[in-house]
């Protein structure tokens, strides 16, 4: 992997304000094939950029199959498995901002923290047997926070989409899910819990730290840092 | 010796001791490690889902599927006292990177007989020897006691709502000290009025209604009920007295030679007047006594800590780890302790047993035999 690899959102918002900052520090995009196409290349910078979703673009740099990529914090967070310390954010992008957080039934009045959650769990499973449900599409995150935490009374389901349905439907009793205004944690009868926010999650320019930055792709690294400091000095 | 020959070493050790031999089941569903220790072992379980989906694990240990095992026997057979030992292979999500992903454990899992300090320290005693058997010299033993804190917390006399928070946080990392500074937040008037209405539930349920707040989720009224009664008799307690937060802090903070921890516990009950855990720490005492004269080695290599085996997750009693040179303090060469409750977590209260039992780790001897060789 010589040539520099750099991996942008394929759609959506995500991916047009990931352009227009591109163009702002002066390497604007073009897609190869249109439209559809899933490479591309930056003006002025010898790389390959492939456009894929923010899920492979995390996996692919704490992985190292990438150099850099824009993506999102939370995703970063969640699909390693050490932690912060397998990829680098070197820019937050003030786009794509959105909370993790802890949100139960508004009907349990009893619980507003994640202690009164840890009470309620240990209640639950005395009276059901089981312990209570929290489903979640970030695992590890969760798993993380729920320890520092010191929750222990709980398990954890895998949420495929439309986390903050489950307690509506009975699959969860509990969720961890992304947010931007809370409106529909709201509008599904949930609150979060006061100290329940595990990450504010933005879209963030990050490099690999695993990634092989021998040959071409150091150059080309150095040209693309050096049009980010640029820019940070300019604005 | 390499592997293989260890095994045979320690595995005789155990079955001279008496005992039926056992393979369990390889595979368990996922609820039993899950259920019964928490999600905080899901980072260690090596899940799969079965052909319809179900969560299943490798065993994770022998302890869990021996224990399942017995409780089918109990339940069919009625009580009666039962050992079982085995040399069998266990699954694990590497925590460093030199951790296997298999290993073999060669142990020894007690039901059923008496569980005095005498049946601790001949458990122990029999785990120390399988390790000498194997040509490695333990240079520290660490021990702890899951059953001080909770006899502090009785001891204590402080309302039950508190005592339950405070057993409860002493299993997670940092729980006491959240406890301790956690303040409860004040109740909102309709809440409240509810609470104090003739059948809470209803009004409780009418102020939902009022609020077009749905109940969604497998929580109930009545366990939301509780759970504000629980808070408001925290609140109406006005958190812990200033002598018991003392107390349980210093109790947390011990950590001596174990020859030493009978007179330290002993002091710190006394200083803070818990006449009511004297049952517990004469029992300690015993045991520490009973340790001395089997395993004379223990006086200079083991030590108490007040904190230690607290996230070992069905264990309810004397814990341990033994440890070797070359290997850092979270590879122990054997560890053991005792489980009182495993069987009746196990079987939902159906049939109960007491437990103890303790494993060497053949794979990290042979790794201490190599770096003193």
């Known amino acids: 992997m010589s040539r520099l690899t750099i991996a942008i959102p394929s759609k959506g918002r995500l991916k047009e304000q990931t352009e227009a900052w591109l163009a702002g520090i002066g390497h604007p995009l073009r897609q190869i094939g249109g439209e559809r196409g899933y490479t591309a290349e930056l003006e002025g910078l010898d790389a390959e950029v492939r456009l894929l979703s923010a899920r492979e673009i995390a996996q692919g740099l704490i992985e190292g199959s990438l150099h850099f990529g824009v993506t999102g914090e939370d995703l970063l967070h969640d699909l390693a498995p050490d932690g912060p310390a397998e990829f680098r954010v070197l820019k937050r992008l003030g786009f794509g901002g959105a909370d993790v957080v802890v949100a139960v039934p508004q009907a349990w009045f009893d619980v507003d923290s994640m202690a009164d959650l840890e009470a309620a769990g240990a209640a639950f499973r005395k009276a059901h047997g089981r312990r209570l449900r929290v489903a979640t599409k970030y695992m590890r995150i969760t798993r993380r926070f729920f320890a520092q935490k010191s929750v222990g009374e709980y398990r954890l389901v895998e949420s495929a989409g439309a986390t903050e349905a489950a307690p509506s439907t009975g699959t969860a009793d509990v969720i961890v899910d992304i947010t931007t205004t809370g409106a529909t944690l709201k509008a599904n009868g949930l609150k979060i819990l006061g100290d329940g926010v595990i990450l504010k999650s933005e879209a963030a320019f990050t490099q690999s730290v695993r990634a092989d930055f021998g040959g071409g792709a150091g150059q080309a690294a150095e040209q693309l840092m050096g049009a980010l400091s640029q820019a940070d000095h300019i604005s | ?373």
């Open chain 2, 1 to 373: 010796m390499n592997h293989d020959a260890l095994v045979a070493v320690a595995r005789a050790v155990f079955e001279a001791a008496g005992g039926t031999p056992i393979d369990p089941d390889y595979v368990l569903p996922a609820d039993i490690p899950l259920e019964l220790s928490g999600e905080a072992v899901r980072a260690r379980l090596c899940v799969f889902t079965d052909n319809r989906g179900a969560e299943m694990v490798m065993r994770p240990d022998l302890t869990l599927p021996v224990a399942q095992r017995e409780v089918a026997r109990l339940a069919e057979a009625g009580a009666s006292a039962k050992t079982y030992t085995y040399a069998a292979r266990a699954f694990r999500l590497p925590a460093a990177a030199d951790d296997p992903f298999e290993f073999t454990q060669v142990g020894v899992e007690r039901f059923g007989h008496d569980a005095g300090p005498a049946a601790d320290a001949e458990l122990f005693a029999l785990v120390h020897r399988a390790v000498e058997a194997c040509g490695v010299q333990p240079v520290a033993v660490v021990t702890g006691d899951l059953g001080i804190f909770p006899a502090f917390i009785d001891a204590l006399g402080l309302p039950t709502v508190s005592t339950d928070l405070l057993k409860r946080a002493f299993r997670q990392e940092g729980g006491v000290r959240a406890v301790l500074d956690a303040g409860a937040r004040e109740l909102d008037a309709d809440v409240l009025a509810a609470l104090d209405a003739d059948g809470a539930e209803a009004a409780l349920g009418a102020v939902l209604a009022a609020r077009a707040i749905p109940l969604a989720g497998a929580r109930s009224l009545a366990e939301i009920v509780d759970g504000l009664r629980a808070r408001r008799a925290a609140i109406a307690a006005g958190g812990l007295p200033e002598t018991a937060r003392a107390a349980l802090l210093a109790l947390r903070d011990v950590d001596c030679p174990l020859t030493e921890a009978p007179g330290r516990l002993s002091d710190l009950a006394r200083t803070y007047g818990l006449a009511g855990a004297d049952a517990a720490l004469a029992a300690f005492a015993a045991r520490v006594e009973k340790i001395m004269a089997l395993v004379p080695a223990a006086r200079r290599t083991a030590a108490f800590r007040a904190g230690f085996g607290r996230r070992f997750t069905y264990y309810d009693g004397f814990v341990f780890e033994v440890l070797a040179d070359g290997l850092s303090a979270s590879q122990p060469v054997a560890a053991g302790g005792r489980y009182d409750g495993l069987i009746a977590g196990l079987s939902s209260g159906r049939v109960s047993a007491t437990g103890i039992g303790g494993i060497v780790r053949p794979d990290r001897m042979v790794r201490v035999r190599r770096a003193g060789a």
